[in-house]
């Protein structure tokens, strides 16, 4: 019997784990990730750069034909 209580307290600690690691994962790391593909998506479809640095002000035009301004790194279009 004690093995058995063993065995299903290690169980409930691997799924105490695996869902602490779910929760940091969407909580903290998706967000980031999800808002880097958007502005990647978004800055492929930019036009009107204007600026200086290394942050340009662009503008694109959202699915429902909303115009929005963001901020898009300058690009490299050196050719290699």
């Given amino acids: 019997m004690k093995d058995a209580t063993g065995e299903l307290s290690m169980t409930a600690i ?7 690691i779910g929760v940091v994962f969407t909580t903290l790391i998706w967000p980031n990730i999800k808002a880097n593909i958007e502005r990647n ?27 929005k301004d963001i901020k898009c790194p300058k690009q490299d279009t050196t050719v290699k």
């Fill in 41 to 67: 998506t978004y800055c492929s479809q930019a036009y009107n750069c204007t600026g200086t640095g290394t942050l340009l002000d662009c503008t694109y035009v959202d699915k429902d034909n909303n115009e």
């Fill in 14 to 20: 691997a799924v105490v784990a695996i869902a602490a």
